[in-house]
């Protein structure tokens, strides 16, 4: 549309939902100062829930729609004790998704995703009582380690999160393998795994962003080059 105007800063994240509206959020914020989703409804953009329904206090990262047309906001707002916290829009209001103490107060969520199974993922720059960072899972009850304490075990934070059609898990940001190259973990249900093993993509440096296709090949993308000292999107086909 014409009224670009509508933001007074920089969008960071977008998403749709299975009825083709269109939301956006990042560190743009309303008339009274707070942080908010927008979103595109065919002829305008509004506030999502309304004039300071959410209210964030900083700025959204990542957002994402389940199955079911429920939005989800994450990024480095928090709530009133200071917790980093997962918001989500139920179609009338904005809630609080369960409790955050697991999230802490260093560090926010980088990146959120929903499956069908009305489980929800997080990760970011919060790290477990180990001093690990890790994929946190809603399971529709509580928030927990996705695989158990130290499952996944990365030694730096996640910057982003994907979910394939088998409904397993991805996970890559700054984090690094045994021989210092940054890597896509999987999660299958059972286990942590480096995703094509250390030989098939060693990739020298961080991994921005990461997604899946119809047929579960996985792309990455980053701050790595290749031989000819190029930045590139990396693919690996699931078998």
């Known amino acids: 549309g014409t009224n670009s105007s509508y933001f007074d800063s920089t969008?960071?994240?977008?998403?749709?939902?299975?009825s083709?509206?269109?939301?956006?959020?990042?560190?743009f914020t309303n008339s009274s100062g707070n942080y908010f989703v927008a979103v595109w409804d065919?002829?305008?953009?509004?506030?999502?829930?309304?004039?300071?329904?959410l209210s964030a206090n900083d700025c959204i990262w990542t957002i994402c729609s389940d199955h079911y047309g429920v939005i989800y906001a994450a990024g480095s707002?928090?709530?009133?004790?200071?917790?980093?916290?997962?918001?989500m829009f139920n179609g009338l209001n904005w809630l609080e998704l369960g409790p955050t103490t697991l999230f802490g107060t260093i560090g926010g969520i980088y990146s959120i995703k929903a499956t069908d199974t009305n489980n929800v993922y997080a990760a970011g720059d919060f790290v477990n009582p180990m001093g690990k960072w890790f994929v946190a899972q809603w399971n529709g009850i509580a928030w927990g380690e996705l695989g158990g304490l130290n499952s996944l075990s990365a030694n730096a934070q996640i910057e982003s999160i994907c979910i394939d059609s088998g409904n397993n898990i991805y996970a890559a940001g700054s984090f690094t393998d045994s021989l210092s190259d940054h890597y896509v973990a999987s999660w299958d249900g059972l286990n942590w795994i480096q995703f094509g093993g250390p030989i098939s993509a060693p990739l020298q440096g961080f991994v921005w962003s990461i997604s899946a296709d119809r047929n579960n090949n996985i792309y990455a993308a980053g701050g790595f080059r290749n031989s000819t000292n190029h930045f590139y999107v990396a693919v690996k086909n699931n078998p």
């Not at 065919?42 to 309304?50: C, D, I, M, V, Y």
């Not at 707002?77 to 918001?87: A, E, L, Q």
């Open 11 to 18: 969008i960071t994240t977008l998403c749709t939902d299975e």
């Open 77 to 87: 707002f928090r709530n009133s004790n200071s917790k980093f916290y997962v918001s």
């Open 42 to 53: 065919g002829t305008q953009w509004s506030e999502l829930g309304g004039i300071n329904s």
């Open 20 to 27: 083709g509206n269109v939301y956006a959020a990042g560190c």
